[in-house]
């Protein structure tokens, strides 16, 4: 049976071929929009000199670097991750690197570092992928110090939305991309998550990723995978599948192609 990509980032070391992962992470970081989402994420930490800095599910350690560089010498910052594959490229690429970074394999689930060590916590595209979200989210506020920020980006995979005519079909085989990741409506439920965890001036912004590329959206949203997925588990006809990947790739070859996901990137202080 057809397995949907995505899920991969769940267990990424599990998978058949941990380097996908590891290149989709790079190609996506190439993409112009995605530069712009990253910076807009980084200016909202307001990040200071000497800040210590805990990066939960840093993947290949793109992001600590850059952080890295903003709070000096006198800083930290603390990437972590599951995945052995994601925490050896992460520290590959940075050991030449004058940097106060450090990257350590661990499970979001139990942070081991003790209370109150760091001023900002942060995890982008993480926790759809946990088992135990709130778990998780528990865990970086622990180890937050008294002011920090927790600030936690996630893609709403109910706001996958692709312009194809026939909307039932379209909704099955989306709600397929959806319900298979194991927390995929956790970004609209993170701002009643931080209030109910106490923390203080929540902010919320919504950010768009659209993609005008059958073959991109495919890639990045599991669209083929899904109607595969449909088709296989009796959710869709075989014809019904193959007519709506037929109608997709002839839209994005007429450039007539629109696909689109929003996330969340709530953000809070621990009082
Ligand atoms: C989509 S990637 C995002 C990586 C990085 N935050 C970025 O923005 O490029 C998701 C990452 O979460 C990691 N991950 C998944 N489950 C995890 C867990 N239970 N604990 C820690 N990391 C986890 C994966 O190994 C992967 O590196």
Request: net charge negative; hydrophobic share 40%.
């Amino acid at each position: 049976m057809e397995k949907l990509g995505l899920l991969g980032f769940s267990e990424v070391d599990r998978t058949k071929d941990p380097t996908y992962y590891v290149n989709y992470l790079d190609n996506l970081n190439e993409s112009e929009w995605f530069q712009g989402y990253k910076d807009r994420g980084f200016a909202r930490l307001k990040i200071q000199e000497s800040n210590h800095i805990l990066d939960v599910g840093c993947g290949v350690g793109k992001d600590a670097q850059v952080l890295a560089k903003k709070v000096g010498k006198s800083g930290r910052v603390v990437g972590i991750d599951s995945s052995e594959t994601m925490i050896a490229e992460a520290r590959q690429r940075t050991k030449n690197l004058d940097l106060p970074l450090e990257f350590y394999l661990s499970d979001a689930h139990i942070i081991d570092f003790p209370d109150n060590s760091f001023d900002v916590c942060r995890a982008d595209r993480v926790l759809i992928y946990l088992a135990e979200p709130l778990k998780a989210i528990t865990e970086m506020v622990r180890v937050a110090r008294s002011g920090a920020r927790i600030d936690i980006s996630e893609p709403d995979m109910a706001t996958l939305v692709v312009d194809m005519p026939n909307r039932e079909l379209t909704r099955k085989i989306l709600n397929v991309s959806c319900d298979n990741i194991p927390n995929g409506w956790l970004a609209h439920q993170l701002p009643t998550i931080f209030k109910d965890l106490g923390l203080k001036n929540i902010t919320v912004n919504p950010e768009t990723y659209i993609v005008k590329d059958f073959n991109m959206a495919s890639h990045s949203f599991d669209l083929t995978k899904s109607a595969k997925y449909a088709q296989e588990n009796g959710i869709v006809l075989a014809e019904e599948a193959e007519e709506w990947l037929a109608y997709l790739e002839e839209a994005s070859y007429a450039g007539r192609f629109f696909s689109a996901i929003t996330g969340f990137c709530v953000c809070g202080h621990k009082p």
